[in-house]
């Protein structure tokens, strides 16, 4: 009995001392995480002040720690830029700050105490919501301008991520001189073996990127409005895969703010209206590689499927002091900040529409090309790639206004500054009525009969003007005048007679041994107008000469 006594007390002074040790640990990490709870601030806003070298502050409301679990939690994050030290910005040749703010911040698998010791970060988890990222945009000089890539490089002390989630990310930008911004919405984003600090060596993997191993960006219901507010972007679904190197955006919209009636009376200047749709974008072969290293963008190939583009320009309204020439497709990729190069661009099935209203005929005269399908081949804004070759070359073929099959060739110069390109196609037959939808309301012209064979034409361009070469065959061609003095489109009787009689010849080639009539000219193009103004102005220029009208 003793024995059995004596066991019993030494059992319950194990247990005792046990529960003594284990209370004691508890208080001991307790303490230590209040302890650390009150350091990690500090520390961690001295290491954010020193990598960026003042020029970002952190700052959060509350900071959790669990040393069981390697665990922190921080919540109402802010990361802070200053903006205002523009001059110490240029200097360091830095033209983009980043503002996050942020609901909270899991972080687990984090080694606190190498953080405290040796201010590096290894983290196995990093769970980030509801982030609200600014992007700042500021002047800089030319060529002094240091990338998000080469900021990254120049972090001293390493960090480490195992996996990062990202959930309903907003971001936008803000031109720091214009004070317009843009906002993007609805985004989630994963990324694996996140490392920086160091440069990742020994890897033969090519689609392995540097700072990262992998991510995804993907989003549904996501959300764009440009900075001008004119524009609401839309995309049903976004997924971006840098492991499988691929990009696909479903149901893709751009919507405008103002219908047509409203759009003249709503805008100061002249300015197209675009409504676009694109059912499906995918992108294939993207070097995300290459981007996050070196900065530029490689792409393999684009494919758009079944897209319906429609453009509304008004002629009534007032023309801009800006000159819209700078706006030409290839000086505006030239002046894109992310250099780029598709290997081939495919549009397929696609519709697309240009409606523009007469101010003297009340009308809008509709040109519409169906069923328009293309290749692009080298699309490319890159100073490497346009040394080597500098021509993005396509072909088009479609249906003008739905009936006669246009083929079309229309290649750029992506190292001109005046933005030179050529076009030249061919147009099928069809009878000459058949274009008066187009030309009532556009030209005050209706054709009464004839039939036109063929249409050829070769144009060299740039902003400036085009070297138009045009060939139109056509029988028996009549035309009348019209006006709308009265409310209604009515021949003009006197006129009507003039144009055919005098002006317009109904045939070409006028006799059946004699050649044709080629129009050659120059066009001069308004800096004010647009791309396609020039292209469809140089055309028609060369039309009229070829009906025998030598006033442009």
Not at 274 to 298: M, R, T
């Amino acid at each position: 009995m003793p024995e059995i006594k004596e066991g019993k007390s030494r059992s319950m002074k194990i247990g005792l001392w046990t529960v003594f040790t284990v209370a004691t640990l508890l208080i001991v990490v307790f303490i230590a995480e209040r302890i650390i709870e009150r350091k990690v601030p500090p520390t961690l806003q001295a290491a954010v002040k020193e990598e960026s070298k003042g020029i970002y502050e952190i700052r959060f409301k509350t900071a959790e720690v669990n040393l069981f679990k390697g665990q922190l939690i921080a919540t109402e994050i802010q990361l802070i830029p200053d903006t205002m030290g523009l001059g110490r910005l240029q200097a360091e040749g830095i033209g983009t700050l980043f503002e996050v703010t942020a609901k909270k911040i899991d972080i687990s698998g984090f080694g606190l105490l190498q953080f405290l010791w040796s201010k590096e970060l290894h983290i196995s988890n990093l769970l980030i919501t509801e982030p609200l990222i600014t992007r700042f945009i500021f002047p800089h000089k030319a060529g002094e301008k240091k990338s998000l890539q080469e900021q990254l490089q120049n972090i001293k002390n390493r960090i480490t991520i195992s996996e990062t989630t990202v959930q309903s990310i907003q971001y936008r930008t803000v031109d720091m001189q214009t004070k317009q911004g843009a906002w993007l919405k609805n985004i989630d984003a994963y990324a694996s073996n996140i490392s920086l600090g160091q440069r990742r060596s020994g890897r033969a993997d090519s689609s392995a990127v540097p700072f990262v191993e992998k991510f995804r960006i993907y989003g549904k219901g996501v959300t764009y409005l440009s900075s001008e507010r004119l524009y609401r972007f839309q995309l049903g679904n976004l997924v971006v895969s840098s492991d499988e190197g691929r990009i696909r955006i479903d149901s893709f919209a751009v919507l405008p703010k103002y219908t047509e009636a409203q759009w003249s009376k709503s805008l100061k200047y002249k300015q197209d209206r675009y409504d676009l749709l694109f059912p499906k974008i995918e992108a294939f072969g993207v070097g995300f590689n290459e981007w996050l290293e070196q900065g530029s963008l490689g792409v393999d190939s684009l494919v758009i499927n079944h897209a319906v583009v429609r453009v509304y320009a008004d002629k009534g309204m007032p023309e801009k002091t800006t000159m819209a020439s700078n706006n030409f497709p290839a000086l505006a990729f030239q002046r894109l900040k992310l250099p780029i190069t598709i290997g081939d661009v495919f549009i397929r099935n696609t519709d697309v529409y240009y409606k523009e209203l007469n101010p003297k005929s009340g009308r809008a005269g509709l040109v519409f090309f169906k069923n328009l399908n293309a290749n692009f081949r080298h699309v490319s804004n890159d100073k490497r790639e346009l040394k080597r070759n500098p021509w993005v070359s396509g072909h088009l073929s479609t249906y003008f206004l739905g009936k006669p099959k246009l083929t079309l060739d229309l290649h750029f110069n992506m190292s001109d500054r005046n933005g030179a390109f050529t076009y030249k196609g061919a147009l099928e037959g069809a009878p000459a009525p058949f274009y008066n939808q187009l030309l009532e309301p556009i030209t005050l012209a209706r054709a009464e009969k004839g039939y036109i064979k063929a249409l050829q034409f070769n144009i060299k361009a740039n902003r400036y003007g085009a070297d138009v070469e045009t060939e139109m065959y056509y029988n028996d061609l009549k035309v009348a005048a019209l006006d709308v003095r009265s409310g209604k489109l009515e021949k003009k009787g006197v006129l009507s007679l003039f144009i055919n009689w005098l002006a317009i010849k109904t045939d070409n080639p006028s006799q059946k041994n004699e050649p044709a009539r080629i129009a050659r000219h120059y066009y001069e193009h308004p800096q004010e107008n647009t791309f396609f103004n020039l292209m469809w102005k140089a055309l028609y220029s060369g039309l009229k000469r070829n009906l025998g009208l030598p006033e442009i």
